[in-house]
């Protein structure tokens, strides 16, 4: 995973993106934001719904997590992550 990220910072950096640490004071603090973000939109985006307390996945975000699984879309992802990896390798 780190050296992934190096490729894209690498990446980013020979495109002349400027890069910024991200400085957190409080990481718990900060990893329970974008937890409630993610929920937040997934909940907007109507992949889940609430049934009380409980988050529940909606016929749209069972669909739309499934089918990511099946062919040709799951050997489409697998390529383009293949691609993705070797041009980090090479950079």
């Known amino acids: ?39 937040s939109n997934a909940l907007s985006c109507g992949y889940w719904s609430r049934r009380g307390e409980q988050l529940v996945l909606t016929w749209k975000g069972a669909f739309l997590s499934a089918w990511r699984l099946l062919p040709p879309w799951k050997q489409l992802v697998a390529r383009r992550d293949e691609r993705l990896a070797a041009r980090f390798a090479r950079a």
Do not use: F, K, N
Not at 4 to 33: E, F, K, N, S, W
């Open 1 to 39: 995973l780190y050296a992934i990220h190096q490729g894209r910072v690498a990446d980013a950096l020979a495109h002349g993106a400027r890069i910024v640490p991200l400085t957190v004071a409080d990481p718990v603090a900060y990893q329970q934001r974008e937890e409630q973000s993610s929920i």
